[in-house]
């Protein structure tokens, strides 16, 4: 028996790293999985394993910054398997070269749109997409994926001024949506180790700020993903979990 | 198969209350409990309870503010069950403990040095009773029950929020000592629960409803999935963190 039998939760940004891990965890505790990722053969990918696993999940290509293609998402998820219980919003932009790793002047306008599109509108019309249903429910579970560094202040601007609207969107989102039984939290991770085409080596920097010295992987994130898509966490909403080793302290 | 199993839990204030329920909770998901209580026999009587439904639990008699006793707690619970794997810091002079609300200035001094007595230095001493055998095994995982009227600085109890913010800044620089040696140590802030109490009214606790996006009264057992989370391995990689789970009054 799983954390979380029956749920059907969608992951966004599922088929790689980070969502990826949660995807793979909450199919082990027994979820139903929608892969939402732009990279539609990757998410396949990703569902297929699962299959093989003995787990169950599909994959819908998705771009989350688009209106259109969030409310299809919804669509087809309903259509499959009638019902939606949780929303993970992981899907962002957070690499090169999409993210330029400079000071406010070197990063353009257009930049700056492309990040505040995917990373904040988003999981906004993620969220738009799914609360009809989960309100009509009336039960939800809602995690947004922030990042450390809006606490520690060390990114771009870009990148932290998105990760910040996203704890904002929590808190705010989280009183709206009360009487209906839907929880919003978001999880803030220090800097993973989840891009495939670099090794550990590369993620050592932040180690030595950390409580526990060594570097995070996406399997650090699961547990806490899979805490706040369960009713463990049913009377908890509105919250910012930093896991990230102990580095940021909320 | 529990998320907890093979774990020695060591609750505070166990025998009641929101520590009860924590203890019942790990029992459930396969942990050893030892409710350490300042009330002995409620302690006992409650381990008692969890033996006849199947669970390991010992029931002590501990005053959480002295050192000698917290050792003994240790002691006591390294004979019985040989190990510890977790601490919750719960034991507090809180809602189910008589004390003044008032305005600072009639603040009893010598209550405001026993609420920090219990409240504060109380987590100092179990933590500092559990810690060399923690290092020992390499692993460790410590909960300090602080408060949300830390955030929002609730007037009258001034006592007893200084205490409680002092549990937090406790919890920031005990995980970054004790994280090299596996340590977790972490925080979290109830609202104003409904642990059964002769002197207040279930009314009382539904003042604070209208501050919560999920609006209804907070009952001890909302606070267990975040106590079994934090004990369990699922969260080795958080530390230092403190959550509020209070159904959305504080947004922290």
Same mark, same amino acid.
């Given at each position: 028996m799983?954390?979380?039998?029956?749920? $059907?939760i969608i992951v966004t940004g599922g088929a790689q790293g980070i969502g990826r891990a949660f995807s793979m965890r909450f199919a082990e505790e027994g979820a139903r999985v929608v892969i939402a990722d732009i990279?539609?053969?990757? +998410?396949?990918?990703?569902?297929?394993?699962?299959?093989?696993?003995?787990?169950?999940? *599909?994959?819908?290509p998705t771009d989350v910054s688009d209106h259109e293609s969030t409310e299809a998402m919804a669509q087809a998820v309903l259509e499959k398997w009638g019902r939606i219980d949780g929303l993970v919003n992981n899907a962002a932009v957070f690499q090169r070269p999409q *993210?330029?790793?400079?000071?406010?002047?070197?990063?353009?306008?257009?930049?700056?749109?492309?990040?505040? +599109? $995917?990373?904040?509108?988003?999981?906004?019309?993620?969220?738009?997409a799914v609360l009809p249903h989960m309100k009509a429910r009336g039960y939800g579970k809602i995690v947004n994926i922030s990042s450390g560094t809006f606490f520690s202040g060390r990114s771009s601007t870009q990148y932290v001024a998105s990760k910040g609207a996203v704890v904002g969107m929590t808190r705010t989102l989280s009183r709206e949506v009360g009487d209906f039984n839907i929880t919003v939290n978001s999880i803030a991770p220090g800097s993973t180790a989840s891009d495939p085409e670099r090794d550990e080596s590369n993620y050592q920097g932040r180690v030595p700020d950390r409580s526990i010295k060594r570097v995070e992987r996406p399997e650090d994130l699961a547990g806490a993903g899979v805490f706040l898509m369960s009713s463990d966490s049913d009377f908890m909403t509105g919250q910012t979990m930093i896991v990230d080793g102990g580095a940021a302290l909320n | 198969m529990g998320r907890l199993d093979d774990r020695v839990i060591i609750?505070?204030?166990?025998?009641?209350?929101?520590?009860?329920a924590f203890a019942d909770g790990f029992v459930r998901e396969g942990a050893s409990v030892v409710l350490a209580d300042i009330n002995g026999e409620q302690a006992e009587r409650s381990a008692e309870e969890i033996r006849q439904a199947g669970g390991q639990a010992l029931g002590l008699t501990v005053d959480v503010s002295d050192q000698a006793q917290t050792e003994t707690m240790v002691a006591e619970t390294l004979s019985r069950f040989g190990k510890v794997t977790g601490l919750v810091n719960n034991a507090a002079i809180a809602i189910?403990?008589?004390?003044t609300r008032a305005p600072l200035e009639e603040i009893p001094l010598d209550e405001f040095d026993r609420m920090l007595a219990v409240n504060l230095k109380g987590v100092f001493l179990c933590s500092r009773a559990v810690l060399p055998h923690m290092k020992e095994q390499g692993y460790g995982k410590i909960i300090n029950m602080s408060s949300g009227t830390f955030f929002n600085g609730r007037e009258n109890l001034v006592h007893y929020v200084a205490s409680k913010g002092g549990v937090i800044a406790f919890t920031r620089v005990l995980a970054r000592e004790a994280g090299p040696s596996g340590i977790r140590v972490n925080s979290i802030a109830p609202g104003l629960t409904a642990s059964e109490t002769e002197e207040h009214s279930l009314e009382e606790f539904a003042v604070r409803i209208p501050n919560r996006a999920i609006k209804r *009264?907070? $009952?001890?057992?909302?606070?267990?999935?975040?106590?079994?989370?934090f004990m369990s391995a699922e969260s080795d990689f958080i530390s230092g963190q403190t959550l509020a789970v209070d159904g959305g009054v504080v947004v922290h």
């Open positions: 799983g954390k979380l039998d029956e749920r $059907v990279n539609g053969p990757a +998410a396949e990918k990703t569902a297929a394993e699962i299959g093989e696993a003995g787990g169950e999940a *599909i994959a819908v *993210i330029t790793r400079g000071t406010v002047e070197e990063i353009t306008a257009e930049e700056w749109d492309r990040v505040m +599109a $995917v990373n904040v509108r988003g999981p906004f019309l993620c969220c738009r | 609750v505070t204030g166990g025998a009641a209350g929101i520590g009860r189910r403990v008589r004390h *009264i907070e $009952v001890p057992e909302d606070l267990v999935g975040a106590g079994i989370f």
